[in-house]
């Protein structure tokens, strides 16, 4: 990341299994950098669970798939979330039918997402993309999109065995792993040996009450380890009680 406003970069945010949180470490993610100052987007390329649609209230229209199939620009799927922060947090959910959900895993699909993705670089400060576990056409043209992948993995027995069967088939596509972040887990004793970071639950378990890494708990003390481990940024955090963010780095 640059550091000025534009020019910044694609960071996609795997989920390696179902529920493993992407979507919401995604949100959180831009946000540690919003409050940095930075300007961040992020962009749904999980088409099928539509998580950030949960934080527009507003009428989504034309939503991420649409500016896909109908060869669009991707602002025009974008809502800047109300924030007391330096920064913005911009997202561009995706809400749509299941026809047109098919429509917009097409290979031509995949190819304007990636045009997109590059696009969107040149605007904010950094992208981050929630990307479902790579498969589809979308998740490919993501992470070989992406400057840097962050596989996010539960903390536990299934997010240890996903994370080298998600990393080979990451390979298989010419894509690498940046970090892994093992999510909901105790940074004191993580199941997940591979991890890079450790993120505790959230006190606010709703995507819809997302973001919640605005004021220094241990949760966002944790996401700013993350941001830190996939982009690079430092991000200054007042430590809760004695924690610090080593704490969530293993070993």
Do not use: W
Not at 22 to 42: M, N
Not at 176 to 183: E, F, L
Request: with cysteine; net charge negative; aromatic share 4%.
């Amino acid at each position: 990341m640059t550091g000025t406003q534009g020019s910044g970069e694609v960071y996609a945010v795997v989920s390696a299994v179902g529920g493993a949180g992407a979507t919401r470490l995604s949100v959180e993610f831009a946000t540690a950098l919003a409050r940095e100052g930075y300007d961040a987007a992020v962009v749904d390329a999980s088409f099928t669970t539509q998580g950030l649609a949960a934080l527009v209230p507003e009428r989504i229209d034309p939503d991420v798939t649409r500016v896909l199939t109908d060869d669009r620009p991707l602002r025009e799927a974008e809502t800047t979330l109300s924030l007391d922060l330096p920064g913005s947090v911009t997202v561009a959910p995706a809400l749509a039918s299941f026809e047109r959900l098919a429509r917009a895993k097409t290979s031509e699909c995949a190819r304007r997402l990636a045009e997109r993705l590059s696009a969107a670089a040149d605007r904010y400060d950094a992208v981050f993309v929630d990307v479902p576990p790579v498969g589809a056409n979308q998740a490919v043209a993501a992470v070989t999109a992406a400057d840097a992948v962050a596989l996010v993995v539960p903390d536990s027995e299934r997010g240890v065995d996903a994370v080298p069967r998600h990393c080979d088939r990451l390979g298989d596509v010419d894509a690498g792993v940046d970090a892994v972040v093992a999510n909901r887990g105790d940074p004191d004793s993580p199941a997940v040996d591979a991890a890079d970071v450790v993120v505790p639950p959230s006190e606010t378990a709703a995507l819809s009450g997302a973001p919640a890494a605005v004021e220094p708990t241990a949760f966002s003390i944790a996401v700013g380890a993350a941001v830190e481990a996939v982009t690079g940024v430092e991000v200054d955090l007042p430590e809760p009680d004695s924690s610090s963010v080593t704490d969530y780095l293993p070993g």
